[in-house]
């Protein structure tokens, strides 16, 4: 119905910068809202950011607040994580997730459909 490929991960410096892309196919009209989420090795995942279909609301977790930008071109239906002063903490599994619902929930179960998961690393 919905697919959703990240791209854009890798390897960084503490203090540097990577952008995340994440491109839906399928039944793309159905999306509304989408979101990041990460996961650490033995931690749970949890939100990042997110962005109503419009992108006149944001939400951010406060760890990446200031530092991490959402957006979104709706045009070619992808949706973008710029993260920049990385930190080490920063290490995760960044998932891309879209929603049916408006809003930009921090909540896991409100996004119906998830990405792979790409990979970033921060070395310090």
């Known amino acids: 119905q919905v697919q959703l490929v990240e791209s854009g991960g890798g390897l960084a410096q503490a203090g540097g910068s990577l952008r995340l892309s994440c491109a839906a196919s399928?039944?793309?009209?159905?999306?509304?809202?989408m979101g990041w989420f990460r996961q650490a090795p033995g931690k749970e995942r949890e939100f990042a950011a997110g962005?109503?279909?419009?992108?006149?609301?944001?939400a951010y977790t406060e760890s990446v607040k200031g530092r991490f930008t959402i957006s979104r071109d709706n045009a070619k239906d992808t949706v973008y994580l710029q993260m920049n002063s990385l930190k080490s903490e920063d290490t995760a599994v960044y998932y891309c997730?879209?929603?049916?619902?408006?809003?930009?929930?921090?909540?896991?179960?409100?996004?119906?459909?998830w990405g792979q998961g790409i990979q970033v690393t921060v070395s310090t």
């Open positions: 997730a879209a929603s049916t619902n408006s809003r930009p929930t921090m909540t896991r179960d409100s996004y119906e459909y």
């Open positions: 399928g039944r793309t009209f159905d999306i509304y809202a």
């Open positions: 962005i109503s279909r419009s992108a006149y609301s944001t």
